[in-house]
């Protein structure tokens, strides 16, 4: 799947808008691929894997297009 970076925290985590989808995924920086949790802004596109949590669907193998 693809969307954009939406939401960056200072706590290490953020959400990423998907579009046709209602909610946005959450996902931790150490699910990211190839890329440091610093070197994200809000706007990157990515790609990634949806996966379910106990907490709800998150995004996994979360990589910068």
Do not use: C, Q, R
């Amino acid at each position: 799947m693809e969307g954009v970076i939406k939401n960056l925290t200072d706590k290490g985590f953020g959400f990423i808008t998907v579009e046709g989808e209602e909610k946005d995924l959450f996902f931790h920086s150490s699910e990211l691929n190839g890329v440091a949790y610093e070197e994200l802004k809000v706007g990157d596109k990515v790609s990634f894997e949806k996966s379910d949590s106990p907490k709800g669907p998150n995004a996994t193998n979360v990589t910068l297009i």
